[in-house]
């Protein structure tokens, strides 16, 4: 039965929290349109006109996910960004960082991407652009539960199959964990061990992981030198599942 699992460390599937955007654009009209069609697709948007401002409220704030402007008065979006990553204390340096620009030629697109950027987007774009770069965000992860009972329970059908999945499901993050450094340097095989995660990662409603898992998965396969963008994110999951696990064999 699925009050075996114990209830403060295996959380309920809740309504995922609304996501929040912050748009730094120095135009008038790109600005409008960003934080207009995020909000129609069910973000919270603020904005600001300059890369200091966007690095002050990123500081202060937890956002989501970023649109930042390649050139804009103060700092454009790659000194934002760098100052956020390099920051510890900003509230927003791990979050998803999208650059946008009326212009942009490959050397540039390949620079920011390997500036830890997870996208860059051509202006003037369109809602279908914006629902993509949504999908990198993933609006709801932060708030999926680390385990899920519902899902596990209906994928495997019985509560003590569950908890044995469970078991071995640790012992195969913990490996993983110890194995990160060397799988930085080997996108290939960390797409591939990604790839026999997430089917674990469903067996066990590890949600929020699998979440995190398809993410990384998919940036690894763009094959340029920012693809590990997400790993923190990721490596963060990744540690909440193995506590979260933990307190069941406890």
């Known amino acids: 039965m699925l009050n075996t699992l114990p209830s ?9 929290e609304t996501a929040r955007a912050l748009v730094a654009d120095d135009d008038p009209a790109s600005r409008l349109f960003l934080v207009e069609a995020l909000r129609s697709l069910g973000l919270e948007a603020r904005a600001c006109n300059d890369g200091l401002a966007a690095i002050a409220l990123a500081h202060d704030e937890t956002f989501d996910l970023l649109l930042l402007d390649c050139r804009m008065p ?5 000194q934002v960004l760098a100052a956020l990553r390099q920051d510890p204390d900003a509230l927003s340096s791990d979050c998803t960082a ?4 009326a212009e942009m030629d490959l050397a540039e697109r390949q620079r920011l991407l390997a500036a830890e950027f997870s996208e860059v987007l051509l202006k003037p774009c369109n809602l279908a652009d914006l629902r993509r770069i949504l999908g990198l965000v993933q609006a709801g992860a932060a708030a999926l539960p680390l385990l899920d009972d519902a899902q596990a329970i209906a994928t495997m059908g019985d509560a003590d199959v569950v908890n044995a999945m469970r078991t071995l ?8 964990y110890q ?14 061990r990604l790839h026999r995660l ?8 590890a949600a929020a992981l699998a979440t995190q898992a398809t993410l990384l998965q998919r940036h690894l396969k763009l ?5 590990l963008a997400p790993l923190s994110r990721f490596s963060k999951a990744l540690l909440a599942t193995i506590e979260a696990l933990a307190g069941i064999a406890a």
């Not at 403060?8 to 995922?16: E, F, Q, T």
């Not at 999208?98 to 620009?101: E, F, I, L, P």
């Open 74 to 78: 103060g700092a454009g979006a790659e």
């Open 8 to 16: 403060d460390v295996l959380r309920a599937s809740a309504a995922p």
């Open 179 to 192: 194995d990160l450094d060397m799988l930085r340097g080997d996108p290939e095989a960390f797409a591939e």
């Open 169 to 176: 499901l640790r012992v195969e993050l913990v490996s993983l």
């Open 98 to 101: 999208v650059a946008t620009s």
């Open 223 to 227: 094959g340029h030198s920012g693809s």
């Open 198 to 205: 997430r089917s674990s990662c469903g067996f066990c409603g």
